[in-house]
C-alpha cells in the first residue's frame, strides 16, 4: 500500500509538470500583451515597453518558465500584474467559497440521486421508476446558468428567501441556491448509476442466498446491496469533486460567487496570466489528490481490492 | 482612454438570453411605487460584474476605478461636476488654480496647508513631488507616465540617468512648481487625472505591493475601510476631510461579482442603488421596458459622453489605402440604424469630435448615400467590390453593431468576413502593423481637451507599432496643424481651430466617425440625487444623495 501511494505521489508531480508546462504555453502562446492590458490603451509605445520589461516578459519562454518553476518550488505562485498581489492568498481567499460550492454540490447530488436510485431499482417499471427516469434527464437537460436564474427570480427576487445573489454571512443563507442548482443536474447522473449498478447486483446469487436465509431486506440493502454497488459511485464522487473543486464557473458568475473559477475566467480575460497559471495548478493539484483518495477508498470499500 | 473592455464569456449572453425567457413571460415587476423617504447618510452601494484591475492612483486607468479614486484622493485641481457642463477644473488640493508662466511651460502651485491624509498626517509638496515622480518610476508600471513624460527631466528620470524628476520642484513647505519641456494647455487635465493624486510615501514604503490594495491612504472625503478581494470594497466618511461636509452618504459599498441581470434585481428591491458597469449598466433586453415603465422610466438618467464610436480602415493595408475605397465607406454607413440597434444608446455623428468635446464644430463631408459608395469603389478600381475581414471585439453591443456594419457594406459589394475576438487580443492586433485591415472600435475621452482625441490615436508619432493609432493614419501636414493647435496658449482661439483639424483629418477618412455614446442608468429608488457626470469621472459618489 504505502509503494502504490509513493508510487501515486511521483505520478502526480509528473503530472502538475506536465500541466504546467502546456499551461505555461498556452497561456504565453495566446494572442494579446499583458504590458498593454495593464498599461491601458492610452499608454505609448515606450511605456508598454518598460511595464513588459518590468514583468520580465521580454526574457526567452523557456527563461520565464524555469524561473516561475523555481519559485514555485518555494510556494511562490507569483504577483497578479494587474492588481500586484501574491497569488497564492488571492486562490486561497477565494478557494473556500468555491470549496462550500463544491460539497454543497456533491451533498445534493448525492442525497437526491442515491435514494431515487435505490428506489427506482426496488421498484423497477414501476411509475416512480419512470418519472424518476423523466426528472433524471429534465435535470440533465436544464442549462445550470438557466436554472440559476429562474430560482434566483422566483426564490430571491418574487419571493425573497433568498439573497439575491452575491455572498455573506451567514454562509449558508447564500449557499443554498447556489448548491441546489450545482448538485440537481448531477443528481440524475447518480440515480441513473446506482439504479444500474443496484439492478446487477440484485441479480447475482449471493442476493438470492441472503433472502433465502431470511434476511429483511432493509439488511440485504445495507449490508449486502449497497457495498458491492457503491465503487462507480465513488469513482464519480472523485471526478464530481474534483471537478467542483476547480471551479465551476457558471454557477459562480449566475449567483455572483466569489470562487476561484470565477476569478480564472476574470483573469482570462484580463491577461492575469500568473493568476490562470495559479489557479489552474492549483486545481489541477486538488484534482490529482482528490483521485489519490478516492482510489485509496476503494481499498476500505471492497476488501477484495489491494494495492 | 478607451472605456475598459470587460470581456464577456458567451454564458453572459446565455444569461441574458435566460432573462429574455424568463421575462418574456411578462413576470417582470411593472409600476413599483415611489416611496417618499427622508434625505441623507446611508450606505450608496453599486454592483460590478468584475473586481476592480488596480486600485493604485498610478494604475487605475478605466471606468470603474476612476470614480473610488475621486472618492478616496486628491488631486491638486478637479472638475466642477455640479455646475454647467460639469467640465471646468476648479482648485481641489491646490489653493487656487496655478500661475502660468514661460509660455505655458512652468505651472506655479500654491498648495492648501490643511490637507491630511487619513492618518492625520499633513499632505506637503515633497508629498506631491514624490506622488508625481512615482508615476514616472517604471517600476510602478504606470500605463499614464505618457502624459507626464513632457515634465522636464522626466525621460531621464524614467533612463535611469537621474535620481529625481528634476522638472518637478518643491517650494517651501506648500509650495509646487512643474516645468514641462513644451507648453502644454492640456497639463492641468493631465493633474486632473487619478494618476495626479497625493499619495502617502511612509505608507507605500511600509506596505510595498499590498498597499494599494489593503492599506491605501489618501486625502479624500471617503476613507478605505475593507477590501476582500472579489467581494467587497467598502469606504466610509472621512470625518477630518479638508473640503468639509462632502459627501451625503456615510459610506459607499461596491459589490464585486454581480452580473448585470443580478444588479438590475437588486435595483429593483433596493438592495443595491446603481450598477456600475457602463457603457450597459441597464440589461439591454429590459431596455426599453425599463424606458416605457411609468415609475422606472422617470428615474432613468442619461449622459450623453465624450466618446466616438467609429469605423477604423487600416491606411497600409489594400485596399484601404486607397482614399476612394475609404470614402466609398464612409458613404456606406446609415448610422441611425446602427444607433437603432443599440436601442437609441447612442447619438448619431459625422464628425471625430463629439459635441460635447470643447472645440467642437459640426460639418458633414460624407452624407449616407450608397450610390455614390459603389460608384466610388468603381473609380478606385473595384467596380464588383473586393474581400476583406472585420474586426471586432467581444465586449457589449460590439459583435451586433459589427455585423450590421458587415451587412451595410456588403450592400455596395464590400465582402467582409467578421472576426470577433477578445479585448485584450484586439489591442495587440491593432498594434501590429498590416494585420486589421477595418475594424469596429471606440476612443473615450481622457479629459475634455479636443487634443486627447488626435495626438494619441491619429498622430504620426501614434503609429508604431504597439499603440491605438488603429488606421495607421500619419499625415504630417495634419500632424503639424494639430501639435500647432496643442501648443497655443490662447484657449479660445485654439478651440476655434479644432474643427478644421478634424475636418482635415476626415477628408483623408481613416475613420468613419458612427455615434457617440449615450450612458443610460436606473439608480434604485432610494437614490434621490443622481446623475451621471460628462467628465472622466463618469460618477461622482459624494454628490449623490440616498434617502434612509
Known sequence: MLRYVIRRLLWMLLVLLGISLITYALTYLMPGDPARRIAGVGASADVVRSIRHQLGLDRPLWVQYTTYMGNLLHGDFGYSYLQQ??????????????????????????????????????????????????????????????????????????????????????????????????????????????????????????????????????????????????????????????????????????????????????????????????????????????????????????????? | MSIQHRWRRSVTAALAAGLVCMLSLQIAPRGVQAQAHRAGGGTLIIDFIADFSSLDTARCYDTQCYPFMHAMYDQLVGYDTEHGTGLNLIPDAAAAMPRITNGGRTFTFKLRQDVRFWNGRLATADDWVYSFERVLDPKTQAGAASFWQGIVGAKEFIAGKAKHVSGIKAIGKFGLRIDLVDPDPTFLYVLAMPFGSVVDRNQIQKYGKSYALQHPMGTGPYMFKDYKIGQRLTLVKNPHYFGGNVGHVDAIEADIGVSTETAYLRILKNQADLDGDFPTPIPPSEFNNVLSDPVLGKRVVRQVQIATQYIAMNVLVKPFDNLLVRRAVEYAINKPLLVRLVNGRGQATDTFLPPLMPGYGHFNLYPYNPAKAKQLLAQAGYPNGFSTTFYSDNSSDDPRISQAIVQQLAGIGIKAALKVLPSPTMFTYWGTKGKVPISWTAWYQDFPDPNDFFEPILSCASAVPGTFNEPWYCNPKVDAFAHKLKIMTDRAARLRLYPQLDRMMMEDAPVVPVFNSVFYALPSSKLTKFFISASPWTLVFQDYVKAA
Not at chain 1, 93 to 101: D, E, K
Not at chain 1, 232 to 251: A, E, H, M, N, S
Open chain 1, 85 to 307: 498581489v501574491s497569488v497564492l492568498p488571492l486562490i486561497l481567499a477565494r478557494f473556500p467559497v468555491t470549496a462550500q460550492l463544491a460539497v454543497g454540490g456533491l451533498l445534493v447530488e448525492l442525497l437526491i440521486g442515491l435514494p431515487t436510485g435505490i428506489i427506482a431499482a426496488y421498484k423497477r417499471g414501476s411509475i416512480f421508476d419512470r418519472v424518476a427516469t423523466l426528472v433524471s434527464l429534465a435535470g440533465l437537460s436544464a442549462p445550470p446558468f438557466w436554472l440559476g436564474l429562474i430560482l434566483l427570480f422566483f426564490l430571491a427576487f418574487t419571493i425573497p428567501l433568498f439573497p439575491i445573489g452575491g455572498y455573506g454571512d451567514p454562509a449558508i443563507r447564500y449557499m443554498i441556491l447556489p448548491c441546489f442548482t450545482l448538485g440537481v443536474g448531477g443528481a440524475a447522473v447518480y440515480t441513473r448509476t446506482f439504479r444500474s449498478t443496484i439492478l446487477d447486483v440484485l441479480d447475482q446469487p449471493y442476493i438470492r442466498m441472503a433472502r433465502a436465509k431470511g434476511l429483511s431486506e432493509p439488511v440485504i440493502l445495507f449490508r449486502h446491496v449497497i457495498p458491492n454497488a457503491i465503487l462507480p459511485i465513488v469513482t464519480q464522487i472523485g471526478i464530481d469533486l474534483g471537478y467542483f473543486l476547480g471551479g465551476v464557473f457558471i454557477i459562480e458568475q449566475a449567483y455572483g460567487l466569489p470562487g476561484i473559477g470565477k476569478q480564472a475566467v476574470d483573469a482570462i480575460g484580463q491577461l492575469d496570466i500568473p493568476i490562470i497559471l495559479g489557479t489552474v495548478l492549483f486545481a489541477a493539484l486538488l484534482i490529482v489528490i482528490s483521485n489519490i483518495v478516492i482510489d485509496l477508498s476503494y481499498a476500505l470499500i471492497d476488501p477484495r481490492i489491494r494495492y
